[in-house]
């Protein structure tokens, strides 16, 4: 008898599935916590959604097993896993009305009426739907039917939480307004939840972590900031934000190692692991990177690179600066704005960055 009280809340254990010829999940473990909100991240086809079908009872797996809270479920019917589910787009029964969606899974587990009555209630004003019930879905908008599917997956007190792309549908000023009240209603109710999206910054902003999928494999599990400041492979560095690259082999100078980028010598972080004639990229986020004018202002220690201002965005908060270096690459560089400061297009500059703020990554 497994101990129950010690187990994740969510196990997946070494699961593979084929569709035919394509792996769409690959021997993917994956431990979630009691509580946790872990986001499954990557671009589309990389097996998000059948991980997720997978965990909800809806896909067997090839292989592997799951479990729920300690409890084996890997072929336990979805109506007996104790998980919510809410699908891309919506999936709400159109010619009912929003009581009667979100009364909907209890009445199939026949819950006594008034129980219903209750948690109808109870959940709609969470999701802020008051006086909506009678109302048919195809009444409402956008968000208020994400809103519905969002109540109905929580009304039967699942004790799991499964979002496939909840917002996916939305227009970009509801998507960030609603992802913000689900971070808080899952907060609010402690509910572990396995959440799935293509988009990285709903990722990064919701998340307490983040799994990074690529041709149904995991390349990275981490906290959002440690996926967006420590990215492991090449994949996660340009996947998630916007990443310089400067590519080239590393190569020992007085005892030290760099990478020869063109003609240029760059420090790496210390502690980076790598071997001479290996081939590198030196990966910089636009933040990261600051401008010189005039040679002189460097801090010591940076790497500088020279180059031609190409575009500027002025963005309110930040400036960002296109650099063109003399081999053609493009650089973005974020700057905080200062009233005065503004770098003209064709000026001559010098890109500056610490070594400690670049990740080293194998290509
Ligand atoms: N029922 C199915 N029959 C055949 N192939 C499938 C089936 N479901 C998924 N696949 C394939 O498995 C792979 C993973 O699909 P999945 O739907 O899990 O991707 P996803 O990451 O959710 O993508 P998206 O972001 O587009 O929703 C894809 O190559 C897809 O074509
Ligand atoms: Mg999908």
Not at 195 to 203: L, P
Not at 248 to 258: D, F, L, P, Q, R
Request: with cysteine.
């Amino acid at each position: 008898m497994r101990d129950q009280g010690a187990r994740a809340a969510v196990e997946i254990n070494a699961v593979t599935k084929r569709f035919g010829n394509v792996v769409a999940v690959a021997d993917f473990s994956l431990e979630v916590q009691r509580g946790e909100l872990v986001t499954l991240l990557g671009p589309s086809g990389c097996g998000k959604t059948t991980t997720l079908r997978i965990v909800a009872g809806f896909e067997r797996p090839d292989s592997g097993r799951v479990f729920i809270f300690g409890r084996e479920v890997t072929h336990v019917p979805p109506e007996r896993r104790d998980v919510g589910m809410v699908f891309q787009n919506y999936a709400l029964f159109p010619h009912m009305t929003v009581f009667q969606n979100v009364a909907f899974p209890m009445r199939i587990a026949k819950r006594p009426k008034r129980e219903i009555r209750e948690k109808v209630r109870e959940y709609l004003a969470l999701v802020r739907l008051e006086g909506l019930e009678g109302r048919y879905v195809t009444q409402l908008s956008g968000g208020q039917k994400q809103r519905v599917a969002l109540a109905r997956a929580l009304a039967r007190s699942p004790k799991i939480l499964l979002l496939d792309e909840p917002l996916s549908a939305l227009d970009a000023k509801i998507r960030i307004q609603l992802r913000e009240e689900i971070r808080q209603l899952q907060q609010k109710l402690g509910i572990t939840t396995l959440y799935v999206t293509h988009d990285q910054e709903e990722a990064l902003s919701i998340s307490d972590r983040i799994v990074v999928m690529n041709e149904g494999n995991i390349e990275q599990v981490g906290a959002p900031t440690e996926i967006y400041f420590r990215p492991r492979t090449l994949f996660v560095a340009s996947f998630v934000g916007t990443m310089n690259f400067f590519t080239g082999t590393a190569v020992t100078t007085g005892g030290e190692i760099k990478l020869k980028w063109h003609e240029v010598l760059l420090s790496l972080p210390p502690g980076a692991n790598v071997k001479p004639g290996e081939a590198i990229s030196v990966g910089v986020r636009p933040e990261r990177l600051s401008l010189a004018f005039d040679g002189v202002t460097i801090p010591p220690g940076h790497n500088v690179i020279p180059g031609d201002v190409s575009f500027v965005t002025f963005l309110g908060s930040i400036m960002r600066v296109e650099v063109m270096l003399a081999d053609g690459t493009k650089v973005k560089i974020d700057l905080p704005t200062k009233e005065g400061v503004n770098p003209q297009r064709g000026q001559k500059v010098y890109l500056c960055f610490s070594p400690d703020d670049a990740v080293v990554l194998k290509t």
